[in-house]
């Protein structure tokens, strides 16, 4: 039972390792390549930038949960 | 780290730990986490206005991936989902635009305050009071480890004669909710709960979860791990709402938003996995803290002066 924790929270820590590294690399896409088109959009569109910015989130949950998924899979499958 | 859009100058590793902290506690306790996010924002220099609109954006995506894990243990009603979506919409709106006169009054931030700590303290003494009664009991006593199974879901709560007088109430048109164990229940009782909760969302920022989650198993008589997972879909239409129409009215940034919610995936997914593994009483008074920490914040900020 022991040895189970101890691999869960192992592949758990890998997993939030890789996790962010991948998020430090996405901050920069999105800060450098959206940043501005996105404070212009805001400041000159409102409407098209409440649409934007709702599908930005939305899309970015369900890739997050898809690396996250995959991640788990790929770690634990290596662990086991 | 510069932000244009709000012109807030906020450390990433910051936003990603509340984002982290806040998708743990909305998977566990179905709520956007807005009492913690709210404050945690202003703590860093965002205008009242400006962190309740980046606090809808976030809780949308942070939604999306909890309730896709709550679907996979089958804790969501779809049902309900969609009819509560209806009233929170027209609360929320009610709600914002109460803030929109508030900003032109110049009195946001005092108001705003004051409305959070009431409500907070009352929905923290409400739970700690119910929990701790139906605990005692014999029928709140659930045997330890994963509760799993349709019968492990059915809820026993202190405050259960009061639902059911409640739901009782012959209001036409009656609907069943089957997917929640619920033969008949007033559409226009489900609207209701559905409005106050919309209104607070509206009113104060997120989702709204920690009025609507205890309503919805007080009033509604909807199992606890049905609630939670029935409220964060039902939380993915109206603060999406939200998001839209705080958006227009220039109170988000979303750069904000994306940033926290990078943290609040993770969380999430960690937070509905737990769910599994507690029963209903338990979680309502583990969800007592919660409330309490965010009026805590809210009064620090009042009585020092300090940007929180």
């Given at each position: 039972m022991k040895k189970e924790t101890a691999k869960t929270l192992r592949a758990f820590a890998i997993e939030l390792a890789i996790y962010a590294l991948l998020v430090v690399a996405y901050f920069f896409l999105v800060l450098h390549f959206l940043g501005g088109w996105l404070y212009q959009l805001e400041s000159q569109h409102r409407y098209i930038y409440a649409s934007v910015a709702i599908l930005l989130m939305i899309g970015q949950a369900v890739v997050l949960q898809n690396v996250t998924t995959l991640l788990l899979r790929f770690i634990r499958g290596r662990a086991g | 780290m510069f932000f244009p859009i709000s012109g807030a100058d906020i450390s990433p590793i910051y936003l990603v730990i509340v984002g982290f902290v806040i998708g743990i506690m909305g998977g566990f306790f179905?709520?956007?986490g807005s009492f913690i996010a709210g404050p945690a924002l202003r703590l860093v220099g965002l205008d009242w206005n400006f962190a309740v609109g980046t606090d809808l954006a976030h809780i949308v995506g942070k939604s999306v991936v909890a309730v896709r894990q709550h679907r996979a243990f089958g804790n969501v009603d779809l049902r309900l989902g969609c009819i509560m979506a209806l009233g929170t919409i027209g609360g929320a709106e009610v709600g914002a635009q109460l803030i929109q006169a508030l900003k032109r009054a110049g009195n946001v931030n005092l108001v705003v305050s004051i409305v959070s700590i009431v409500v907070y303290l009352s929905i923290s003494t409400f739970m700690l009071w119910e929990s701790r009664k139906t605990l005692i009991s014999q029928k709140g006593r659930l045997p330890r480890g994963k509760v799993k199974g349709v019968k492990s879901k059915e809820d026993h709560s202190a405050f259960g004669p009061v639902t059911r007088s409640i739901q009782q109430?012959?209001?036409?048109p009656m609907i069943a909710l089957p997917a929640s164990g619920i033969k008949e229940i007033s559409l226009w009782l489900i609207l209701f709960v559905a409005f106050v909760g919309g209104f607070f969302s509206g009113f104060l920022g997120g989702g709204a979860g920690y009025i609507r989650m205890p309503s919805m198993v007080?009033?509604?008589?909807?199992?606890t791990h049905l609630a939670v997972g029935t409220d964060l879909f039902e939380i993915i239409i109206s603060a999406s709402y939200g998001t839209f129409s705080h958006a227009v009215k220039g109170n988000v940034d979303i750069l904000i938003a994306l940033v926290m919610h990078t943290g609040a995936a993770i969380g999430a997914q960690i937070g509905a996995i737990c769910t599994q593994y507690f029963a209903g009483p338990k979680i309502r008074l583990a969800f007592v803290p919660l409330p309490l920490i965010g009026a805590a914040i809210v009064i620090y900020t009042l009585f020092t002066g300090h940007k929180l």
């Amino acid at each position: 039972m022991k040895k189970e924790t101890a691999k869960t929270l192992r592949a758990f820590a890998i997993e939030l390792a890789i996790y962010a590294l991948l998020v430090v690399a996405y901050f920069f896409l999105v800060l450098h390549f959206l940043g501005g088109w996105l404070y212009q959009l805001e400041s000159q569109h409102r409407y098209i930038y409440a649409s934007v910015a709702i599908l930005l989130m939305i899309g970015q949950a369900v890739v997050l949960q898809n690396v996250t998924t995959l991640l788990l899979r790929f770690i634990r499958g290596r662990a086991g | 780290m510069f932000f244009p859009i709000s012109g807030a100058d906020i450390s990433p590793i910051y936003l990603v730990i509340v984002g982290f902290v806040i998708g743990i506690m909305g998977g566990f306790f179905g709520v956007g986490g807005s009492f913690i996010a709210g404050p945690a924002l202003r703590l860093v220099g965002l205008d009242w206005n400006f962190a309740v609109g980046t606090d809808l954006a976030h809780i949308v995506g942070k939604s999306v991936v909890a309730v896709r894990q709550h679907r996979a243990f089958g804790n969501v009603d779809l049902r309900l989902g969609c009819i509560m979506a209806l009233g929170t919409i027209g609360g929320a709106e009610v709600g914002a635009q109460l803030i929109q006169a508030l900003k032109r009054a110049g009195n946001v931030n005092l108001v705003v305050s004051i409305v959070s700590i009431v409500v907070y303290l009352s929905i923290s003494t409400f739970m700690l009071w119910e929990s701790r009664k139906t605990l005692i009991s014999q029928k709140g006593r659930l045997p330890r480890g994963k509760v799993k199974g349709v019968k492990s879901k059915e809820d026993h709560s202190a405050f259960g004669p009061v639902t059911r007088s409640i739901q009782q109430l012959k209001i036409w048109p009656m609907i069943a909710l089957p997917a929640s164990g619920i033969k008949e229940i007033s559409l226009w009782l489900i609207l209701f709960v559905a409005f106050v909760g919309g209104f607070f969302s509206g009113f104060l920022g997120g989702g709204a979860g920690y009025i609507r989650m205890p309503s919805m198993v007080y009033v509604l008589g909807i199992p606890t791990h049905l609630a939670v997972g029935t409220d964060l879909f039902e939380i993915i239409i109206s603060a999406s709402y939200g998001t839209f129409s705080h958006a227009v009215k220039g109170n988000v940034d979303i750069l904000i938003a994306l940033v926290m919610h990078t943290g609040a995936a993770i969380g999430a997914q960690i937070g509905a996995i737990c769910t599994q593994y507690f029963a209903g009483p338990k979680i309502r008074l583990a969800f007592v803290p919660l409330p309490l920490i965010g009026a805590a914040i809210v009064i620090y900020t009042l009585f020092t002066g300090h940007k929180l």
